[in-house]
């Protein structure tokens, strides 16, 4: 075996694609101080933190709408809202977590911060108090949560397919809520 340790091509891509240099990824690997973030990674790692903050702040003022609205709607008709409303809650707190999660893993820091959330948010905070205006508020921010997920996506592109899927997987699931909060209105 050589020196440099080189992965073999198989006979269909050999024409295609460079052999993987793994001596190279080895001693590459050696600066732990990176965490996940290799040297390979291709994206422009302080744009995507703040793109991410600001989808954390988006993710945090959408739980504590339908934080609020599943508490404040009433009514014994409205028993099949208010739960939607919970489960789309926590479902964006699950969101609000793994942006979070992958902020930590590109080296930066998640910002909690209650005074710019607000403002950093894409997304509004409603105090409707009837459940109409309830839904459509919702809808109008699921609406604004996967239009700014698209862009986002579309800006980070092929650099970082990490964030890439993880932002995809969330806006599918913001594309149900707001089906769901369409439905309601129906």
């Known amino acids: 075996m050589s020196a440099?340790?080189?992965?073999?091509?198989?006979?269909?891509?050999?024409n295609k694609y460079p052999p993987i240099d793994v001596d190279a990824i080895r001693a590459a690997a050696q600066n732990l101080?990176?965490?996940?973030?290799?040297?390979?990674?291709?994206g422009n790692r302080e744009e995507v933190i703040a793109l991410l903050n600001s989808a954390l702040a988006t993710e945090l003022v959408c739980v504590m709408r339908y934080k609020r609205h599943y508490f404040t709607a009433?009514?014994?008709?409205?028993?099949?809202?208010k739960a939607e409303f919970l489960t789309h809650a926590q479902e964006e707190e699950g969101h609000a977590d793994m942006i979070a999660?992958?902020?930590?893993?590109?080296?930066?820091?998640?910002?909690?911060?209650?005074?710019?959330i607000t403002e950093r948010s894409h997304a509004e905070y409603d105090d409707s108090s009837d459940i109409k205006s309830m839904i459509k508020a919702?809808?109008?921010?699921?609406?604004?949560?996967?239009?700014t997920y698209r862009q986002m996506i579309e800006r980070i592109g092929d650099s970082d397919p990490t964030t890439r899927h993880m932002l995809v997987n969330i806006m599918a699931v913001e594309e149900?809520?707001?089906d769901?909060?369409?439905d309601l209105l129906g």
């Open 138 to 147: 919702n809808l109008i921010a699921e609406r604004i949560a996967i239009e």
């Open 176 to 178: 149900e809520h707001a």
């Open 33 to 42: 101080d990176d965490g996940a973030v290799t040297s390979g990674y291709q």
């Open 4 to 14: 440099k340790q080189t992965t073999k091509p198989d006979a269909t891509s050999a």
């Open 101 to 116: 999660e992958r902020i930590v893993q590109l080296n930066g820091k998640p910002d909690f911060n209650p005074k710019g």
């Open 74 to 81: 009433s009514g014994l008709e409205n028993s099949a809202i």
């Open 180 to 182: 769901d909060m369409r």
